[in-house]
């Protein structure tokens, strides 16, 4: 019986965000539009000012954020990051990181969402191109991410985010069974270890405190264009 688990507790990832001060059509410098379908994700506001925009079945929202600030939602919610000086974050990621790792959709126009290759090619960030063409296609999709989620957020009545939560369904579709294992690796495994170690206490065991150890990571990649901003990014 498993009793340990190694990663981050509860199966989470973190990463440090500097958000994009690029910008936008609309005059507010920020990052790119886009949705989760399977994990919850968290801001803990290390320094700077800004907001996050939110849109849901429920309606359009804008929660101010500065330092100090601790602010999450759930799959289905589609979010800006909006800095208005500086803004700083370390983001918390279920499923061990799976919001970086593919959990995600970009507001894109609904042209660009009727197949995965079609996404693909308005989305990728060639990571071998010299960084300042990194920085160009990281800003040409956010622009059209938020021609899509302007579009979203002006339409009246439910069928239009309705129409962009299927398309996003539909493009995740063949990674699923990727999720899953990730899943299983690390948010289930950290619940069952969980699990296995009460059993144990109920017993007045506690075989698991023997394995008892510390860790201490630094970021595996420094500055790497996000979708909200540059990411220093730990192992998942």
């Given amino acids: 019986m498993t009793t340990t688990y190694a990663g981050l507790p509860g199966g989470v990832a973190i990463s440090h965000l500097s958000v994009y001060d690029w910008p936008a059509a609309d005059g507010a410098c920020g990052g790119t539009p886009h949705m989760h379908l399977a994990c919850s994700e968290a801001y803990v506001v290390t320094g700077g000012r800004g907001a996050v925009q939110t849109l849901t079945a429920s309606g359009y929202e804008v929660t101010p954020l500065q330092a100090g600030t601790v602010a999450w939602f759930t799959p289905g919610t589609i979010h800006r990051l909006v800095n208005e000086g500086d803004l700083r974050i370390t983001v918390l990621m279920q499923n061990s990181g799976l919001p970086e790792a593919g959990d995600a959709v970009l507001t894109l126009p609904p042209e660009y969402l009727t197949d995965p290759e079609t996404y693909a090619r308005a989305t990728a960030i060639p990571v071998d191109a010299p960084r300042e063409e990194q920085e160009r296609v990281a800003r040409a999709r956010r ?94």
């Fill in 143 to 236: 622009d059209l991410a938020l021609e899509g989620y302007q579009a979203l957020c002006a339409a009246e009545g439910p069928q239009a985010l309705a129409a962009f939560h299927r398309a996003a369904a539909a493009l995740v579709r063949p990674r699923i069974a990727e999720w899953r294992e990730r899943w299983r690796q690390g948010a289930e495994a950290s619940a069952a270890a969980t699990g296995a170690q009460l059993d144990w206490l109920e017993q007045a065991e506690a075989p698991h405190l023997a394995d008892a150890a510390v860790r201490a990571e630094q970021p595996v990649s420094r500055g790497k264009f996000g979708m909200c901003g540059r990411l220093d990014a730990y192992e998942s």
